[in-house]
């Protein structure tokens, strides 16, 4: 998620490091903070008989074990960041749609709902004290930052009291007007979001999604067919053999990780994005190979040009995202990622 803000300074990447440095750098400072590193907090009800203990005595976090475990952490918590997972005000919820709409088409009959969200809006309570989200959904291939208005914020006045009489859960619902759905390849039976409420990174992603629309390709349905050994077995087989959905992904990582990214031409960036695009369609034609036994062939003028941006090592943060070996990715570049070592 972090990878596809191609465009970013080195000032706004120091706004979206500073809590996972100051977190590092403060790890023994305090013993709040050592207890809360050690996850001796008051939201872990099943604590281990290790943590009871340091709850009971905190004399014990001058124990050599207990000092182990606190290094350890830290170490953990270094590879973690360096690996693109940082400290962010945000948290995954549900998605939901507008009830209200869909109540009106079930029960209304109305061929299209009002609804009570308009386009580019959603409701959120766990930020009602936020304007903007940046609704996040993995996989997140493409340049899929949605940035919303919450509603839930106070600024909205009365209208928050009428729509948390039908948006009662914590959950980010959505409107029938959005194409959110298409951006983040969603539906909504149980699919989660990562809600990013950060002022900074909520700023720096709408940037960097000035011009972008969301994919759309026609998918393939599977043929009604009878449910048989013949059948299942067919199944199973395009699953194992077609569904290897790791290609794409990696493919796409070198290419934001690239250095086009970095001093290319706007018409080479344009070209890499172009790329992206087709392999994010075929990483979602693959992963429903099992169900439609259908996977388009790659044309033979695409070759080349994938070739061009993806025949080289995985980028240089997979040593901490993905344990590598560095014989297995390349020297650590400018790119975004890349950076966050340094910071």
Same mark, same amino acid.
């Given at each position: 998620?972090?990878?596809?803000? +191609?465009?970013?300074?080195?000032?706004?990447?120091?706004?979206?490091?500073?809590?996972?440095?100051?977190?590092?750098?403060?790890?023994?400072?305090?013993?709040?903070?050592?207890?809360?590193?050690?996850?001796? +907090?008051?939201?872990?009800?099943?604590?281990?008989?290790?943590?009871?203990?340091?709850?009971?005595?905190?004399?014990?976090?001058?124990?050599? *074990?207990?000092?182990?475990?606190?290094?350890?952490?830290?170490?953990?918590?270094?590879?973690?960041?360096?690996?693109?997972?940082?400290?962010?005000?945000?948290?995954?919820?549900?998605?939901?749609?507008?009830?209200?709409?869909?109540?009106? *088409?079930?029960?209304?009959?109305?061929?299209?709902?009002?609804?009570?969200?308009?386009?580019? !809006?959603?409701?959120?309570?766990?930020?009602?004290?936020?304007?903007?989200?940046?609704?996040?959904?993995?996989?997140?291939?493409?340049?899929?930052?949605?940035?919303?208005?919450?509603?839930?914020?106070?600024?909205?006045?009365?209208?928050?009291?009428?729509?948390?009489?039908?948006?009662?859960?914590?959950?980010?619902?959505?409107?029938?007007?959005?194409?959110?759905?298409?951006?983040?390849?969603?539906?909504?039976?149980?699919?989660?979001?990562?809600?990013?409420?950060?002022?900074?990174?909520?700023?720096?992603?709408?940037?960097?999604?000035?011009?972008?629309?969301?994919?759309?390709?026609?998918?393939?349905?599977?043929?009604?067919?009878?449910?048989?050994?013949?059948?299942?077995?067919?199944?199973?087989?395009?699953?194992?053999?077609?569904?290897?959905?790791?290609?794409?992904?990696?493919?796409?990582?070198?290419?934001?990780?690239?250095?086009?990214?970095?001093?290319?031409?706007?018409? !080479?960036?344009?070209?890499?994005?172009?790329?992206?695009?087709?392999?994010?369609? !075929?990483?979602?034609?693959?992963?429903?190979?099992?169900? +439609?036994?259908?996977?388009? !062939?790659?044309?033979?003028?695409?070759?080349?040009?994938?070739?061009?941006?993806?025949?080289?090592?995985?980028?240089?943060?997979?040593?901490?995202?993905?344990?590598?070996?560095?014989?297995?990715?390349?020297?650590?570049?400018?790119?975004?990622?890349?950076?966050?070592?340094?910071?």
């Amino acid at each position: 998620m972090l990878q596809t803000l +191609t465009n970013i300074t080195d000032e706004e990447i120091d706004l979206l490091t500073c809590k996972s440095s100051e977190r590092i750098r403060n790890v023994c400072n305090s013993q709040e903070m050592m207890m809360d590193i050690l996850g001796i +907090t008051p939201y872990n009800t099943n604590m281990t008989p290790f943590q009871k203990a340091v709850k009971m005595y905190p004399a014990l976090l001058s124990d050599t *074990y207990a000092k182990d475990v606190i290094r350890e952490v830290k170490d953990s918590l270094m590879k973690k960041y360096r690996s693109g997972k940082l400290e962010v005000y945000g948290k995954y919820t549900f998605i939901l749609p507008d009830f209200y709409a869909a109540c009106e *088409y079930w029960f209304g009959h109305i061929e299209n709902p009002k609804g009570l969200l308009d386009d580019k !809006e959603v409701f959120c309570w766990l930020f009602k004290r936020s304007e903007k989200l940046d609704c996040l959904r993995s996989p997140h291939l493409y340049k899929e930052h949605a940035i919303r208005f919450n509603v839930a914020n106070a600024g909205y006045g009365a209208r928050v009291k009428q729509l948390r009489e039908w948006f009662t859960t914590d959950g980010l619902y959505t409107s029938t007007h959005d194409l959110i759905s298409k951006l983040l390849q969603l539906d909504v039976d149980g699919d989660k979001s990562l809600v990013v409420a950060d002022k900074d990174f909520v700023r720096i992603a709408e940037r960097n999604m000035n011009g972008i629309v969301p994919l759309y390709y026609n998918m393939r349905k599977a043929e009604p067919t009878l449910l048989n050994n013949k059948t299942i077995y067919a199944g199973l087989n395009a699953a194992f053999t077609g569904g290897n959905i790791g290609i794409y992904s990696n493919s796409i990582s070198k290419i934001w990780n690239s250095d086009v990214f970095i001093n290319g031409t706007s018409e !080479e960036k344009q070209e890499a994005i172009d790329v992206v695009k087709l392999l994010c369609m !075929e990483n979602n034609f693959s992963i429903d190979q099992a169900k +439609t036994l259908y996977m388009p !062939e790659r044309a033979e003028w695409f070759k080349p040009i994938v070739s061009k941006y993806t025949n080289t090592l995985l980028p240089a943060f997979f040593e901490f995202a993905k344990d590598k070996e560095k014989s297995q990715v390349e020297k650590r570049n400018q790119s975004l990622v890349n950076k966050i070592f340094d910071k």
